[in-house]
Protein backbone atom coordinates (compact mmCIF):
# COMPACT_ATOMS: atom_id res chain seq x y z
CA UNK A 1 0.00 0.00 0.00
CA UNK A 2 2.93 2.37 1.09
CA UNK A 3 4.40 2.15 -2.48
CA UNK A 4 0.93 2.95 -4.20
CA UNK A 5 0.70 6.37 -1.97
CA UNK A 6 4.27 7.32 -2.55
CA UNK A 7 3.28 7.39 -6.40
CA UNK A 8 0.55 9.44 -5.44
CA UNK A 9 2.53 12.16 -4.60
CA UNK A 10 3.17 13.39 -8.07
CA UNK A 11 -1.23 12.77 -8.74
CA UNK A 12 -2.09 14.91 -6.29
CA UNK A 13 -2.97 18.97 -6.79
CA UNK A 14 -3.86 19.96 -3.88
CA UNK A 15 -0.76 21.73 -2.32
CA UNK A 16 -1.59 20.77 0.99
CA UNK A 17 -3.04 16.84 0.77
CA UNK A 18 0.38 16.01 -1.12
CA UNK A 19 2.78 18.29 1.63
CA UNK A 20 0.43 16.16 4.07
CA UNK A 21 0.86 12.81 2.28
CA UNK A 22 4.68 13.65 2.17
CA UNK A 23 4.82 14.34 5.70
CA UNK A 24 2.94 10.93 6.70
CA UNK A 25 5.02 9.15 4.79
CA UNK A 26 8.57 10.18 5.85
CA UNK A 27 8.12 11.82 9.32
CA UNK A 28 5.18 9.50 11.01
CA UNK A 29 6.77 8.57 14.41
CA UNK A 30 7.36 12.42 15.31
CA UNK A 31 4.01 13.79 14.36
CA UNK A 32 2.80 11.13 16.75
CA UNK A 33 4.79 11.45 19.42
CA UNK A 34 6.75 8.35 19.28
CA UNK A 35 10.15 9.96 18.69
CA UNK A 36 11.70 13.36 18.80
CA UNK A 37 12.70 14.10 15.87
CA UNK A 38 12.46 12.87 11.79
CA UNK A 39 14.25 14.33 8.83
CA UNK A 40 12.80 14.78 4.91
CA UNK A 41 14.18 16.40 2.26
CA UNK A 42 12.03 18.91 0.89
CA UNK A 43 12.24 22.13 -1.86
CA UNK A 44 11.91 25.92 -0.20
CA UNK A 45 8.60 26.02 -1.19
CA UNK A 46 7.62 23.16 -0.07
CA UNK A 47 9.70 24.13 3.58
CA UNK A 48 6.75 27.22 3.74
CA UNK A 49 3.94 25.04 3.05
CA UNK A 50 5.07 22.35 5.67
CA UNK A 51 5.61 25.20 8.23
CA UNK A 52 2.23 27.00 7.61
CA UNK A 53 0.66 23.14 7.68
CA UNK A 54 2.38 22.82 11.13
CA UNK A 55 1.54 26.17 12.66
CA UNK A 56 -0.09 25.47 16.13
CA UNK A 57 1.44 22.29 16.90
CA UNK A 58 4.22 21.18 18.97
CA UNK A 59 6.54 20.20 16.26
CA UNK A 60 9.45 22.67 15.43
CA UNK A 61 11.32 23.10 12.12
CA UNK A 62 14.89 23.88 10.82
CA UNK A 63 15.77 24.02 7.66
CA UNK A 64 19.31 22.51 6.78
CA UNK A 65 20.30 23.61 3.16
CA UNK A 66 21.63 20.35 0.83
CA UNK A 67 22.39 22.32 -2.12
CA UNK A 68 20.72 24.25 -5.15
CA UNK A 69 17.00 24.68 -3.96
CA UNK A 70 16.68 21.51 -1.88
CA UNK A 71 17.55 20.82 1.30
CA UNK A 72 16.91 18.72 4.55
CA UNK A 73 13.99 19.73 6.80
CA UNK A 74 14.30 18.61 10.01
CA UNK A 75 11.22 18.08 12.35
CA UNK A 76 11.61 17.62 16.31
CA UNK A 77 9.68 17.75 19.31
CA UNK A 78 11.76 20.44 21.77
CA UNK A 79 11.10 19.22 24.66
CA UNK A 80 11.78 15.43 24.15
CA UNK A 81 14.52 15.94 22.03
CA UNK A 82 16.65 18.11 24.71
CA UNK A 83 16.07 15.59 26.93
CA UNK A 84 17.98 12.81 24.70
CA UNK A 85 20.54 15.32 23.74
CA UNK A 86 21.20 16.13 27.42
CA UNK A 87 21.82 12.58 28.59
CA UNK A 88 25.42 12.33 29.74
CA UNK A 89 26.97 9.51 27.11
CA UNK A 90 25.30 11.59 24.35
CA UNK A 91 26.50 15.28 25.35
CA UNK A 92 29.94 13.68 25.22
CA UNK A 93 29.72 11.57 22.27
CA UNK A 94 28.64 15.21 20.54
CA UNK A 95 31.67 17.37 22.63
CA UNK A 96 33.76 15.56 20.27
CA UNK A 97 32.44 16.95 17.52
CA UNK A 98 31.95 20.37 18.72
CA UNK A 99 28.78 20.58 19.93
CA UNK A 100 27.87 22.11 23.58
CA UNK A 101 24.40 20.66 25.05
CA UNK A 102 23.66 24.50 26.53
CA UNK A 103 21.18 25.43 24.09
CA UNK A 104 19.46 23.90 21.34
CA UNK A 105 19.29 26.69 19.17
CA UNK A 106 23.46 26.84 19.37
CA UNK A 107 23.45 23.54 19.02
CA UNK A 108 21.24 23.47 15.48
CA UNK A 109 23.14 26.48 14.48
CA UNK A 110 26.38 24.07 14.81
CA UNK A 111 24.80 21.09 12.70
CA UNK A 112 23.84 23.61 10.03
CA UNK A 113 27.24 25.11 9.85
CA UNK A 114 28.90 21.02 9.50
CA UNK A 115 26.12 20.46 7.03
CA UNK A 116 27.09 23.73 5.36
CA UNK A 117 30.89 23.05 5.49
CA UNK A 118 30.07 18.87 3.66
CA UNK A 119 28.00 20.85 1.21
CA UNK A 120 30.75 22.99 0.39
CA UNK A 121 33.61 19.68 0.13
CA UNK A 122 34.90 20.94 3.01
CA UNK A 123 34.43 17.97 5.65
CA UNK A 124 32.67 14.71 4.94
CA UNK A 125 29.10 13.98 5.98
CA UNK A 126 27.92 14.89 9.86
CA UNK A 127 26.70 11.33 11.08
CA UNK A 128 26.78 12.50 14.01
CA UNK A 129 23.39 14.04 12.74
CA UNK A 130 21.82 9.93 13.60
CA UNK A 131 21.88 11.51 17.46
CA UNK A 132 19.82 14.20 16.19
CA UNK A 133 17.67 11.50 14.71
CA UNK A 134 17.29 9.73 18.47
CA UNK A 135 19.37 6.72 16.33
CA UNK A 136 20.43 4.77 19.31
CA UNK A 137 23.66 6.14 20.31
CA UNK A 138 25.85 2.22 19.91
CA UNK A 139 23.97 2.29 16.28
CA UNK A 140 25.70 6.16 15.38
CA UNK A 141 29.17 4.91 16.73
CA UNK A 142 28.99 1.41 14.69
CA UNK A 143 28.24 3.23 11.94
CA UNK A 144 31.04 5.39 12.31
CA UNK A 145 33.89 2.59 13.33
CA UNK A 146 32.62 0.38 10.80
CA UNK A 147 32.13 3.55 7.75
CA UNK A 148 28.68 1.85 7.33
CA UNK A 149 29.50 -1.48 6.86
CA UNK A 150 29.50 -4.74 8.60
CA UNK A 151 26.27 -3.86 9.95
CA UNK A 152 24.04 -6.38 11.61
CA UNK A 153 20.37 -5.32 10.27
CA UNK A 154 19.36 -2.43 8.68
CA UNK A 155 16.13 -0.78 8.30
CA UNK A 156 15.32 3.20 9.08
CA UNK A 157 19.07 3.33 9.98
CA UNK A 158 22.03 1.16 9.96
CA UNK A 159 21.93 -1.22 13.26
CA UNK A 160 24.90 -2.59 14.82
CA UNK A 161 23.57 -3.66 18.50
CA UNK A 162 20.50 -4.69 19.93
CA UNK A 163 18.11 -6.04 16.93
CA UNK A 164 15.29 -7.56 19.08
CA UNK A 165 14.61 -3.94 20.82
CA UNK A 166 15.33 -1.88 16.83
CA UNK A 167 13.38 -4.44 14.78
CA UNK A 168 10.68 -3.66 17.85
CA UNK A 169 11.21 0.15 17.19
CA UNK A 170 11.14 -0.20 13.46
CA UNK A 171 7.76 -2.25 13.59
CA UNK A 172 6.48 0.55 15.71
CA UNK A 173 7.46 3.03 13.39
CA UNK A 174 5.75 1.31 10.28
CA UNK A 175 2.90 0.86 11.87
CA UNK A 176 2.09 4.59 12.91
CA UNK A 177 3.28 5.51 8.87
CA UNK A 178 0.74 3.03 8.05
CA UNK A 179 -2.14 4.28 10.10
CA UNK A 180 -1.33 8.17 9.30
CA UNK A 181 -0.72 7.98 5.16
CA UNK A 182 -4.35 6.05 5.89
CA UNK A 183 -5.91 9.09 7.48
CA UNK A 184 -4.57 11.70 5.21
CA UNK A 185 -5.72 9.84 2.14
CA UNK A 186 -9.09 9.81 3.54
CA UNK A 187 -9.13 13.04 3.73
CA UNK A 188 -8.08 14.13 7.44
CA UNK A 189 -5.63 16.76 7.96
CA UNK A 190 -2.24 16.39 9.81
CA UNK A 191 -3.64 18.22 13.09
CA UNK A 192 -6.47 16.09 13.45
CA UNK A 193 -4.32 13.07 12.82
CA UNK A 194 -1.64 13.99 15.48
CA UNK A 195 -4.65 14.92 18.18
CA UNK A 196 -5.96 11.33 17.64
CA UNK A 197 -2.52 9.71 17.57
CA UNK A 198 -2.35 9.63 21.20
CA UNK A 199 -2.39 5.66 21.20
CA UNK A 200 -0.34 5.28 18.65
CA UNK A 201 2.32 5.67 21.52
CA UNK A 202 1.76 2.81 23.30
CA UNK A 203 1.31 -0.15 20.15
Given at each position: ??????????????????????????????????????????????????????????????????????????????????????????????????????????MLG???????????????????????????????????????????????????????????RFT??????????RAV???????????????????
Open positions: MLVQEIIKLGDITDEEKRLSLLLAIHCAPVLSGIKAANMVTVTQNEYIGIKYILKGTDISCHFLKAGNNRGLLYLYREKELISYLHLKEIAIFLEKYGYLPNNLDVHLTKRMDSYCNGEIVFPHEIGVFLEYPLADVTGFLENKGKDFIYSGYWKVYHDVPETVRQYDTVRYRMVTSGRNIQEIMEGSASWRNL
